[in-house]
């Protein structure tokens, strides 16, 4: 497939990644595509999947039909039979995952559905790939929005959005993951649904320490109100451009992160509240927390463009550098309206 052609209904999928949200995905592509490939890199994930129809370890209750779907602990054969590659693994662990990989991306449509932040290189997933394997941005594409798996792999109403820097590319896309639950909308805003994808996690956290630490709704409701402010004040001024930030894509994944009780986000900012170290509440998550990484590299990124970001500046004080939890939540009420 080049970049000039159109993708349609034979254009074939793969997800890359075998946690919650890549198994959900499988699930939502394999119901419309003849077959998906799928990179496993655990053994014995890749072996139940191959004999039993179903992930072990996430989700295990999703049967999925084996014909429909194509486990390989093969990265470059995967990408090789694809022709839209769906990313679904922790943004920690991404480097990792595409080690192997030596098939080339270019003729290639990459979709995140990741919302983190790759460490240490202060990029977004986006950005990240563009660069590593030298892409254009016409070849990448986010799929994102109020999402936990737990509901999208059994079938609850969701909505979600498929986003990509051409809206003819978008739409294309949009049928693969179509099903009569999911409710589909488009846009072309890849700078501020990643970031604001990024951001939630942060203020998760936030939602989760004040939490533990005590507070109650009414607090609860006028810092979301200020999460969301911060977040648009961040877009708006690093990366202006026509957006709404009251969709479902930016304040819904932002709710949705804050207030839910799969949001793994908000569960570790509940065991600092609660009085847990950050070192040890870590060790109790039984999933990576994409906030914990992103709010280090979101401050990094702020040093260039100095916007006042308060919650993050908390939440980045409690979590690395030991500060109390108490007192700086305490501290950001002062600065809340």
């Not at 890199?41 to 370890?57: D, I, Q």
């Not at 590593?132 to 070849?139: C, E, K, P, V």
Request: aromatic letters at 10%; glycine letters at 6%; charged letters at 25%.
């Amino acid at each position: 497939m080049s970049m000039e052609c159109k993708i349609d209904t034979d254009s074939r999928c793969a997800v890359i990644g075998y946690g919650s949200w890549a198994t959900a995905l499988v699930k939502l592509l394999s119901g419309n595509e003849p077959q998906v490939g799928w990179y496993v890199r655990n053994p014995e994930v890749l072996e139940t999947l191959r004999t039993e129809g179903r992930n072990p370890r996430y989700l295990s209750d999703v049967e999925f039909d084996r014909l429909r779907i194509a486990p390989s602990d093969n990265l470059n054969a995967v990408v090789r039979e694809a022709d839209i590659l769906v990313l679904a693994v922790p943004s920690a662990y991404l480097k990792t995952f595409l080690e192997p990989l030596t098939e080339s991306l270019a003729d290639k449509i990459i979709i995140s559905a990741i919302k983190g932040i790759v460490p240490d290189d202060y990029k977004t997933v986006v950005e990240y790939l563009r660069d590593r394997y030298d892409l254009s941005y016409r070849q990448l594409g986010l799929f994102t929005g109020p999402s936990h798996a737990e509901e999208v792999s059994r079938g609850k109403l969701s909505y979600l959005t498929v986003v990509c820097p051409e809206m003819e590319t978008a739409r294309a896309i949009g049928p693969k993951f179509a099903t009569p639950y999911i409710r589909l909308s488009y846009s072309t805003d890849l700078y501020g649904i990643e970031y604001a994808a990024i951001l939630k996690n942060i203020y998760a956290l936030a939602v989760g320490l004040a939490v533990g630490l005590g507070y109650g709704d009414n607090f609860l409701a006028v810092l979301i109100a200020n999460c969301a402010d911060e977040m648009t004040r961040f877009l708006d001024e690093t990366y202006p451009a026509e957006r709404n930030t009251r969709v479902s894509a930016y304040l819904g994944d932002l709710l949705v992160t804050c207030y839910s009780s799969y949001s793994r986000n908000r569960r570790l900012g509940l065991l600092v509240g609660h009085g847990c170290t950050v070192k040890s509440a870590l060790n109790e998550m039984t999933m990576i927390a994409e906030g914990y990484f992103a709010v280090d590299c979101i401050r990094h990124i702020n040093f260039r463009h100095r916007v006042d970001m308060p919650i993050v500046e908390m939440v980045y004080d409690v979590f690395y550098c030991n500060a109390s939890a108490r007192r700086r939540m305490r501290e950001l009420t002062e600065k809340l309206f």
